[in-house]
T-cell receptor, first 113, second 113 residues
């Protein structure tokens, strides 16, 4: 079956702009979580959604937000982009998010200039 | 708060030699444990997982890992590495009700001919 699909794969944005990233989970998976990966901070948890409800949120400013739709697809939005937001954003899906294995997408590489 | 430590930032190993990557965690309860591998510019691929039961778990690509509760460790091993095993490896920890994974900083494996 199809894996986790993230779009777009690459983005270049200017400081101050906003960006929306999309994630389509594996069919049947209802939990979607987002992670930011940078060379300096490694992999950091952003938030997790299950059945359109955010169940956990990492330590990121309010400029980072997300949502999940009824078909389990998820989007994350970053407003007022800063240079430090340049990162690989990874989406993971799992059946229920309760410690079951998470499957990751290829990621979206965001570059803020 | 939980933490995951991968003591080795970089390991170089000869093709055909054995490989062991270390992972230690700090957590109040028995966690769910995972090892992921990441090739440059790609997402994370799940190698293996431990939830409960047999403390020696087998994964894909010939990898195995052993959970040692007394040492709070979950080390990854492979008896004979192939050049294609060159990548970055991440240990991750989850817990029921957390709805997230905490990752170690990663270990980069270089395979020399």
């Amino acid at each position: 079956k199809a894996g986790v699909t993230q779009t777009p794969r690459y983005l270049i944005k200017t400081r101050g702009q906003q960006v929306t990233l999309s994630c389509s989970p594996i069919s049947g998976h209802r939990s979607v979580s987002w992670y930011q990966q940078t060379p300096g901070q490694g992999l950091q948890f952003l938030f997790e959604y299950f059945s359109e409800t955010q169940r956990n949120k990492g330590n990121f400013p309010g400029r980072f937000s997300g949502r999940q739709f009824s078909n389990s697809r998820s989007e994350m939005n970053v407003s007022t982009l800063e240079l430090g937001d340049s990162a690989l954003y990874l989406c993971a899906s799992s059946l229920d998010g309760e410690g079951t294995e998470a499957f990751f997408g290829q990621g979206t590489r965001l570059t803020v200039v | 708060a939980q933490s995951v430590t991968q003591p080795d930032i970089h390991i170089t190993v000869s093709e055909g030699a054995s490989l062991e990557l270390r992972c230690n965690y700090s957590y109040g309860a028995t966690p769910y444990l995972f090892w992921y591998v990441q090739s440059p510019g790609q997402g994370l691929q799940l190698l293996l997982k431990y939830f409960s039961g047999d403390t020696l778990v087998q994964g894909i690509k010939g990898f195995e890992a052993e959970f040692k509760r007394s040492q709070s460790s979950f080390n990854l091993r492979k008896p004979s590495v192939h050049w294609s095993d060159a990548a970055e490896y991440f240990c991750a920890v989850g817990h029921k009700g957390d709805y997230k994974l905490s990752f170690g900083a990663g270990t980069t494996v270089t395979v020399r001919a």
